[in-house]
């Protein structure tokens, strides 16, 4: 089994409902944020438009983040998934540095939402699972689809835009899409393999 | 002791005092205070490292080499050359300690043994080179032929993989072709050797065997020269935007300086130790540009890329004081053990 997901760039809008949504899901401390939003620009003006795509982690299956980590804090699951280990990452930022997608981000300090006020009851729950110091990612709700869920970007996109599954199935929706549609993978010349696919870009 | 060599001593003891204290601060709050941000995660202190590194395995080069082609060492100049070279491992060593967010978890890297990481194989290779660099320094190796080429072997074959370690970093951000990398294994190597010849000239200070060194010095500086000059071109023919160009001014004029010492300024006073000052600067300048300048670029593609915003680097106090604590640290260690060995080790020796 391989985890994977197809973002379709024609039904995309840029509302970044997803990027709220895994802030909700994943509880990041203000500054950091796994589900990244690229605006761009296409053509020239008086006919330009300001287009957008997403940048979640690519959870490549040959992560040269694997690769470089020094203590073996980030671990590729047998689903694909590609998570870091907070309790043995030692800050190195190797792995920053190696990620050809900027994916990964650095926890320089805990800010708060609310500047100079205290941790919400929220941000205090959901920051026990974060430390200054580390380095965070995209885990693709690894909670959530142990439990049989889609990421919390998937559920949330209004546009139906992200579709999420086994890319090992040829059966499997994220597949066919792919199949169909010629799923481009980003810098995939550089052999990273990622397993996030964009289709009708 | 030379009263000049006490005046070092003593504005590096300050130095490192001073400095010191931003090193201690980063070691147990982890990355508190720096310049860093989402686009530049290293900075000042990763250049620092890169650059201490860089000079020690070249000093270890050419000690290594000089002794495996069975020449004899030139006026006693290894065990010093070695101590400066165990300094700079030691101060790198903890350069790159207190860059960590999470310093006190560094010995995590012994029990990862994830051997296909760079950094794990920088941790094991200066760990050995430490070891080597202390032999030397108290004359440790047993004086027979065969243990002193081994420890010669160990040595080159540890300071060529520590430097090629260096160049794989980045490679996975890069597409593949020529010059892409900001990492050139040849540059990295050569400027690391040529660093070591610089020392080596510092260390040779007042001795003829200097001019030796300075000739190494000159044909180093050729062949850096040449590797930076062809980047340029080739990035003016390919309208790319060249990064070097600083290095390559600071080298050109280090080209100039020794053939004028050579040729006009012949038994100059400092001509020659200015140079290799000047070399180590250049070996400094061309870790800014590998380390800090290249993270500057974005990482996605145009258009993707359009609209990012790069929060430039400015290195704060604390990664400032680091490196001055660093770079003062090796002189600190260098004097420390010279004085041990002239006024201690023979008054603790006499007692047995």
């Not at chain 1, 699951?77 to 043995?88: A, F, Q, S, Y």
């Not at chain 1, 995209?138 to 909670?143: A, E």
């Not at chain 2, 010669?152 to 090629?164: E, G, N, P, Q, R």
């Not at chain 2, 380390?291 to 609209?307: A, H, N, R």
Request: proline share 5%; glycine share 8%.
């Amino acid at each position: 089994m391989r985890y994977g997901m197809v973002i379709d760039l024609a039904r995309c809008v840029g509302c970044g409902a997803c990027t709220i949504a895994c802030r909700g899901q994943n509880g990041t401390p203000a500054g950091i944020n796994f589900n990244k939003m690229k605006k761009y620009e296409v053509g020239t003006y008086p006919s330009a438009k300001m287009k957008a795509i997403p940048m979640p982690c690519m959870h490549c299956d040959n992560p040269p983040c694997l690769k470089v980590c020094p203590t073996k804090a980030t671990v590729k699951h047998e689903n694909g998934i590609v998570t870091i280990d907070t309790d043995l990452c030692i800050g190195c930022r190797a792995c920053i540095i190696a990620c050809p997608y900027d994916s990964r981000q650095f926890i320089w300090k805990m800010n708060n939402y609310y500047e100079n006020q205290n941790e919400t009851p929220f941000e205090k729950h959901q920051y026990k699972k974060y430390q200054k110091g580390t380095v965070v990612k995209c885990v693709f709700c690894i909670d959530r689809v142990n439990e049989g869920l889609e990421p919390a970007c998937v559920h949330t996109c209004l546009a139906g835009a992200r579709i999420f599954g086994d890319l090992d199935d040829p059966e499997s929706e994220v597949s066919r899409l792919i199949a169909d549609h010629g799923g481009v993978a980003f810098k995939a010349e550089i052999g990273t393999e990622p397993c996030v696919y964009y289709i009708n870009g | 002791m030379h009263w000049i060599n006490w005046i070092i001593l003593g504005i590096a003891v300050v130095l490192t005092g001073a400095g010191g204290l931003a090193i201690l601060y980063q070691l147990f709050n982890g990355l508190n205070r720096t310049g860093l941000n989402d686009r530049y995660v290293w900075g000042l202190n990763i250049q620092g490292f890169f650059t201490l590194s860089s000079y020690a395995a070249g000093i270890l080069t050419i000690i290594s080499a000089w002794i495996l082609m069975g020449l004899p060492d030139p006026g006693g100049i290894f065990a010093p050359a070695g101590t400066l070279a165990f300094g700079f491992l030691i101060s790198s060593q903890i350069l790159l300690g207190s860059d960590l967010g999470r310093p006190l978890r560094a010995l995590y890297i012994l029990k990862g043994r994830n051997f296909i990481s760079p950094l794990t194989w920088d941790f094991v290779t200066l760990m050995i080179l430490t070891l080597c660099s202390f032999l030397l320094m108290f004359n440790l190796v047993p004086q027979n032929v065969f243990f002193i080429k081994v420890w010669a072997l160990v040595t080159l074959l540890t300071s060529l993989l520590c430097i090629v370690v260096h160049t794989i970093f980045f490679i996975p951000k890069v597409e593949a072709g020529y010059n892409s990398h900001p990492f050139s294994s040849l540059d990295i190597f050569s400027g690391s050797i040529w660093s070591g010849a610089a020392v080596m000239v510092l260390m040779s200070t007042g001795l003829d065997l200097q001019k030796t060194f300075l000739g190494f010095l000159l044909v180093f500086s050729i062949i850096v020269f040449a590797s930076s000059a062809g980047a340029f071109i080739a990035s003016k023919l390919g309208r790319t935007e060249h990064k070097n160009i600083k290095f390559l001014v600071i080298n050109g004029v280090i080209i100039l300086g020794l053939v004028a010492e050579n040729l006009v300024l012949k038994e100059g006073l400092f001509a020659g130790p200015i140079i290799a000052v000047l070399v180590l600067f250049a070996v400094f300048i061309e870790k800014y540009d590998l380390v800090t300048e290249y993270q500057g670029k974005p990482s996605l593609p145009l258009p993707y890329s359009m609209f990012e915003k790069i929060t430039p680097y400015k290195p704060s106090i604390i990664e400032l004081g680091s490196l001055v604590a660093s770079f003062s640290l090796s002189v600190v260690i260098f004097y420390a053990v010279y004085i041990f060995k002239l006024y201690i080790l023979p008054f603790v020796l006499s007692w047995f």
